[in-house]
């Protein structure tokens, strides 16, 4: 294996290109280095990258040959050939082939990650070839852990073996326990097709509801609205109005708010929760259509009706989002209090109480921000809002005089959340502070507070070395070679299930690094270690920060930085948050590309740029992208004066900021960015800013 793998060197450019593209000259080239090294194992491995490229271009009969050629030297490879073959066999129509080639599957590869997957079309190709009962035998099996596929084609081969009762039951449950695959739709037209089976009961109601709540709870509001209505027909009168409020909800959510609107005034209100999620419904669909003083009004209607549901609480949030908006501060205050002095353990309760300690802040207020930044961190000290808390208690120390109590919780940031967006303030006033006093006059106080505020609980992480002796790690280094990613990093997971020791993050981010991938590199190593943002940058390996942070594109993003006089790791930092570095990113607003341009936006700045013959395609070119996008984003630093409200700007447009920054005065931007009321945009702000700071401690100067 260790040598097909140094032979195969050479192909993985090509093979790579060829499953990315698949075009005439990718097949060509990839075919050239297989028939020149079709004696040996990198022939193999060439050969099954252009079988599996012709394989997902659905031309089966043409990935017979070179899964055929592949066949004599596949060697460790040689049950993803095999499964290939017979896969591409049965689909051309070869039955017998397919069957032959799948028979002594299982004792040939008996460790392969295929046998499942074997099993599933060994099973297929038994039924194809007539002979549905040893379908049943083999797929009975190997149905835990449950997958779609297979109980569907069990549920064929149990009808196809005369035995249709078995097939309904294993069918039904497929339908009803995973409605969102693909698999579900089919075996909704096999059940018509049995409907008629002597002795089969209708599907129970709990089935029914089930499935219905799935699919809205997958956000398929259109199907769910067609399961509600099939089950208020047959809904007994206590179990109609949960359904009816279930319905609404759908059709909200799918654009019929008409039709929701007029089931709402159909329902019977049987409970005080019945009647809350009644007058819910209706609010949200007063804010969706900007009516919020209707809205307002049905909040109090929730808090008559039932002042301790949940639904109350959900409702109350908004209530304080809209004055907020309205710059209606005191209301704000109200709601937000009202959520923690009604709901002290709910969810939204940590949240509630920052907001309205944020606006006592804003509002002058002191002692009322104090004791509640306090009772902040006392209260809530895991919350997301519990740094902030920390650094504006420590700013109102420092307006105070008291610079030993606002260092000591300087301190508790740098030490608990070092590279959140607050860790270098915090940094930079704690040691502004300390040179003020140096050498101290007293001893500092201790502050019992702070202890409320846990430890970071994330054990050191050390790089191993991916075990170069686990064959599964050698066959995973083969099938990059043949540019069979997906392949190989089944085949590393699988050996980290065998070997001990934390290699596999970092190597699985490598693969995807070394093709470009950049974001499922992050998102990987995100998973892997979420509090890395807290951490200082010797706690973790350098390759986790480096592909935590990459430097893609960087000739260029640095050119086109440089030309438009912006910091290359600030325009890094914002391509991190919007698109991870993925080129081919599409926003669901139709953003494109590295920085997320929008087409008009695109064709703007093209004309400024005067770059002729423009098209939003070219958006997927980085250079493009980058030009463009930099220019984009210095002309919104002009507008506004600053990094933050042209970040702000660039997530929420130009007119929202202007208006935030008439809100008030704001002792510096600090205290701007926190004020930003759209909890995306604040987040996305801070994210950006505390990145770029990462960005500077790991390469120094750009």
């Excluded at 990198?42 to 012709?54: F, V």
């Excluded at 779609?148 to 549920?155: A, I, K």
């Excluded at 067609?226 to 909800?249: C, F, G, H, K």
């Excluded at 191993?464 to 280094?477: G, M």
Aim: aromatic content about 10%; proline content about 6%.
């Amino acid at each position: 294996m260790h040598q097909a793998f140094v032979a195969s060197a050479t192909l993985k450019p090509m093979a790579r290109q060829l499953l990315q593209d698949r075009t005439p000259q990718a097949y060509t080239g990839v075919e050239t280095f297989a028939r020149k090294h079709s004696a040996e194992d990198a022939g193999s491995l060439a050969w099954l990258a252009l079988g599996y490229a012709h394989f997902i271009d659905r031309d089966y009969a043409k990935a017979v040959d070179p899964l055929s050629r592949a066949k004599p030297h596949a060697g460790d490879i040689g049950d993803y050939v095999a499964y290939y073959l017979a896969a591409s066999y049965l689909q051309s129509g070869r039955t017998p082939e397919a069957v032959a080639a799948l028979s002594a599957f299982d004792e040939t590869f008996p460790q392969s990650l295929m046998l499942r997957d074997a099993h599933v079309l060994y099973a297929s190709a038994l039924l194809t070839d007539n002979r549905p009962k040893d379908a049943v035998a083999l797929l009975e099996k190997d149905r835990e852990p449950i997958r779609s596929d297979l109980e569907l084609l069990l549920g064929r081969a149990y009808a196809a073996a005369g035995e249709p009762a078995k097939a309904v039951t294993v069918l039904r449950h497929l339908y009803f326990t995973m409605p969102v695959s693909f698999e579900a739709t089919v075996a909704q037209a096999e059940l018509q097709k049995l409907a008629s089976t002597p002795g089969i009961s209708p599907p129970a109601f709990a089935e029914q509801k089930s499935r219905a709540d799935l699919l809205a709870h997958a956000k398929k509001f259109a199907e769910a609205a067609d399961a509600y209505r099939d089950l208020l027909r047959d809904a007994a009168a206590p179990d109609r109005p949960s359904i009816q409020l279930a319905l609404a909800e759908a059709l909200h959510h799918s654009g019929h708010d008409r039709d929701a609107k007029q089931l709402l005034d159909s329902v019977q209100i049987t409970s005080p929760e019945i009647a809350a999620e009644k007058l819910y419904d209706l609010g949200e669909m007063q804010r969706a259509a900007n009516q919020d003083d209707a809205f307002l009004q049905t909040v109090a209607d929730i808090r008559q009706a039932a002042p301790t549901s949940p639904w109350l609480e959900q409702a109350l949030l908004y209530a304080g989002n809209i004055y907020l908006l309205r710059h209606d501060y005191d209301k704000a205050i109200a709601a937000y209090r009202e959520i923690e002095l009604r709901f002290p353990n709910g969810p939204r309760s940590p949240y509630s109480h920052w907001k309205a300690a944020w606006l006592s802040f804003r509002q002058g207020r002191t002692a009322d921000a104090k004791t509640l930044f306090e009772q902040q961190i006392a209260l809530y000290p895991e919350s997301n809002e519990v740094v902030a808390a920390l650094y504006w208690r420590a700013r109102l120390a420092e307006e105070d005089g008291d610079a030993i109590m606002a260092g000591a919780f300087y301190q508790k940031i740098i030490d608990r959340f070092r590279n959140y967006y607050y860790g270098p303030s915090a940094r930079e006033r704690a040691a502004k502070l300390k040179a003020a006093d140096d050498p101290p006059k007293t001893d500092p106080p201790h502050y019992a507070i702070l202890d409320r505020v846990p430890p970071l609980n994330a054990a050191p992480i050390t790089q191993d070395a991916a075990p170069e002796d686990n064959l599964r790690v050698q066959k995973a280094r083969l099938l990059e070679n043949g540019g069979l990613l997906d392949f190989a990093v089944r085949e590393l997971k699988a050996a980290a299930e065998e070997e001990k020791g934390s290699w596999l993050p970092a190597e699985i981010a490598r693969m995807y690094i070394d093709v470009g991938r950049y974001d499922i590199a992050v998102e990987t190593l995100k998973r892997a270690v979420p509090s890395y943002f807290a951490v200082d940058l010797s706690a973790l390996p350098r390759s986790y920060w480096e592909a935590l942070f990459p430097k893609p594109y960087w000739t260029d993003l640095k050119k086109f930085s440089s030309d438009n006089a912006l910091d290359p790791y600030m325009v890094a930092s914002l391509i991190r948050q919007e698109s991870e570095f993925n080129p081919n990113a599409v926003s669901n607003k139709n953003a494109l590309g590295l920085m997320q341009l929008l087409p008009r936006v695109g064709k703007g700045v093209a004309k400024q740029e005067k770059l002729k013959h423009f098209s939003p395609q070219q958006l997927f070119t980085p250079a493009i992208n980058l030009q463009l996008g930099t220019r984009y984003f210095r002309s919104m630093v002009d507008q506004f004066g600053g990094f933050e409200y042209a970040l702000a700007a660039y997530n929420a447009g130009d007119d929202r900021v202007k208006d935030w920054q008439a809100a008030g005065k704001y002792r510096d931007i600090q205290e701007f960015v926190e004020s930003i009321p759209f909890t995306e945009t604040r987040e996305y702000v801070q994210a950006i800013m505390r990145n770029a700071n990462v960005y500077r401690q790991l390469y120094g100067a750009p």
